[in-house]
């Protein structure tokens, strides 16, 4: 079955430093998202691209944030100058259809970014 | 605004036992429901998921979970568990947005 990848599994990264968390979503897939969990609380949505573009964000995902798929297979985050509590785990998810496409998400096996 | 609530954190179970995960949400219209599973370590993965037709749906692993709209309720039940299901289980929903509202988690520990 196919599956969404995300590399790397564990990210390590000073304060203030910029970080890029990297996923192939399925490669029919249309939808990509980022959610994360922080150590013991629940998924939280940041955003979702289509065609390009933002569809949508949560207030999570300021400025700091974006998103980008460089090329045809890969869609990535980015952390500009990461904070202590941008800790967390990163989850890549892919759809085939938006919200009202009765097509759910897939998500990959996530990346821990730890801030020092 | 969408919500979810799993009202128990942890739930222990004997092996073999029957098992129901509850799970409330809050929407407007009529949602999308999923259950996804995240053993230890692991990512998120999809047991069963609700969008319109018949309420009882059945999923991955023995699962099934059925969505009562009277009850704004989506429960998810299994009849008989195994040492392998021990995990921590989210419900969600989504709706005219692209976003899932995950909830806070149930964390299923089974006895030998």
């Known amino acids: 079955e196919p599956e969404v990848t995300q590399t790397p599994s564990h990210q390590v990264t000073q304060m203030g430093q910029e970080v890029i968390l990297r996923c192939v979503p399925i490669s029919n897939h249309l939808y990509f998202y980022w959610y994360r969990q922080i150590l013991g609380q629940k998924v939280e949505f940041l955003v979702s691209?289509?065609?390009?573009?933002?569809?949508?964000k949560s207030e999570i995902f300021d400025d700091q944030f974006s998103v980008e798929r460089p090329d045809g297979s890969n869609f990535t985050l980015k952390i500009r100058s990461t904070k202590l509590e941008d800790s967390a785990m990163y989850f890549c998810?892919?759809?085939?259809?938006?919200?009202?496409?009765?097509?759910?998400?897939?998500f990959g096996d996530g990346t821990r970014l730890s801030i020092l | 605004a969408q919500s979810v609530t799993q009202p128990d954190i942890h739930i222990t179970v004997s092996e073999g036992a029957s098992l129901e995960l509850r799970c409330n949400y809050s929407?407007?219209?009529?949602?999308?429901l999923f259950w996804y599973v995240q053993s230890p370590g692991q990512g998120l993965q999809l047991l069963l998921k609700y969008f319109s037709g018949d309420t009882l749906v059945q999923g991955i692993k023995g699962f099934e979970a059925e969505f009562k709209r009277s009850q704004s309720s989506f429960n998810l039940r299994k009849p008989s568990v195994h040492w392998s299901d021990a995990a921590e289980y989210f419900c969600?929903?989504?709706?005219?947005?692209?976003?899932?509202?995950f909830g806070k988690g149930t964390r299923l520990h089974i006895l030998p």
């Open positions: 691209f289509y065609n390009n573009e933002i569809s949508e």
């Open positions: 998810a892919s759809s085939g259809g938006g919200a009202r496409s009765n097509q759910p998400q897939h």
């Open positions: 929407y407007g219209a009529t949602p999308y």
């Open positions: 969600a929903v989504g709706g005219e947005f692209d976003k899932i509202i």
